[in-house]
Each structure stands twice: as C-alpha cells, then as structure tokens.
C-alpha cells in the first residue's frame, strides 16, 4: 500500500480462503485471488475509486473451477485531513 498525502493511493490485494463441510456438503472449497485498488482525490473531501480483482473458486467434490474477473469504479466522500486510502 502506498499513499501520497496530497493526491492519490494505491493498494495491492491478496487473499485465500479454504472452508470444509460435512454430510451432504462435504465438499471442500477454497477460493483465493489478488487485484489492485486506487483513489485519487479530485477536490477537497471527494475522490475518485478503482479497483479490479481476479478470483478463482474451486470445490473439490464436484466439477466447480471458476475464475471471475471484477472491474469497478466510483466516487468516495471522505471528509477530514486523512485522503481516502482503501486497505
């Protein structure tokens, strides 16, 4: 993560995630993924956000094995004198 105090920031994202059931959900799923996110402040208290991230999710007792890709963008409203930073 990294932020400028006076305009932007830019964050770095790696997650895994593993979870098992029991009887009938027995199966064993285990997501995990990265992807990048950034503000940059346009005025005073409002930024601009955006971000996107790759998932791949997996389940060992079926045929499940998807990967999804998620791009996003918005407008933050982060009043006070610390810039917006997304962790």
Known sequence: SYTN???WSI?????????????AY???LVTY?????????LWSDLH???GVDV???RIDSSQLDRV????FSG???????IPVAIR
């Open 5 to 7: 105090a006076q305009r």
């Open 33 to 41: 993924g990265g992807g990048a996110l950034g503000s940059y402040r």
């Open 75 to 81: 407008l933050t409203y982060s009043p006070g004198t």
């Open 55 to 57: 998932r791949r999710m």
């Open 26 to 28: 027995s199966g064993r």
């Open 68 to 71: 999804g890709t998620r791009v």
């Open 48 to 50: 601009f956000t955006a």
């Open 11 to 23: 964050t770095g994202v790696a997650n895994y995630n593993a979870s098992s059931g029991f009887g």
